[in-house]
C-alpha cells in the first residue's frame, strides 16, 4: 500500500509564497509521474503541475512563472512552490503519483489535500 501525505498549505496574503509538500510512504518500485492537482469551491478539478520521472515539467497556464514543482527522488517527496500567489489560487491542493509497484504494476495515488487560502 502506498501513502501520500501532503503538507504546508495555509492561509496567505496575495503576492505571498507558500511551498506545498508531499511525501509518498510503503513499498513500491518507484514514482512515475507526480502531480498536483486543485479543486476550488464551484470549479473543476484542475491539474496544475506534472513531474515525470525523466524530469519532464507540465504546467496550466494560470501558474505558468509562478508555481515551480520539485521532487526528491531519494526521500519520495515532491514540492510545489508557489510564489506570487492570487485569490484565485484557493483551493484544496491535492498530490497524484503513478507509482511503479514491485510487481510490476502501477497504481495511481492520490493525498489527503491541503487547503490554501490566499485572502487579505
Known amino acids: 500500500q502506498v501513502q501520500l501525505v501532503e503538507s504546508g498549505g495555509g492561509l496567505v496574503h496575495p503576492g505571498g509564497s507558500l511551498r506545498l509538500s508531499c511525501a509518498a510512504s510503503?513499498?513500491?518500485?518507484?514514482?512515475?509521474?507526480l502531480a498536483w492537482y486543485r479543486h476550488a469551491p464551484g470549479k473543476e478539478r484542475e491539474l496544475v503541475a506534472t513531474s515525470t520521472s525523466g524530469g519532464t515539467t507540465v504546467y496550466a497556464d494560470s501558474v505558468k512563472g509562478r508555481f515551480t514543482i520539485s521532487r526528491d527522488n531519494a526521500k519520495n517527496t515532491a514540492y510545489l512552490q508557489m510564489n506570487g500567489l492570487k485569490t484565485e489560487d484557493t483551493a484544496v491542493y491535492y498530490c497524484?503519483?503513478?507509482?511503479?509497484?514491485?510487481?510490476?504494476?502501477?497504481?495511481?495515488?492520490w493525498g489527503q489535500g491541503t487547503q490554501v487560502t490566499v485572502s487579505s
Open positions: 497524484n503519483a503513478d507509482v511503479r509497484l514491485s510487481s510490476g504494476s502501477t497504481n495511481t495515488y
Open positions: 510503503g513499498t513500491f518500485f518507484y514514482i512515475r509521474t
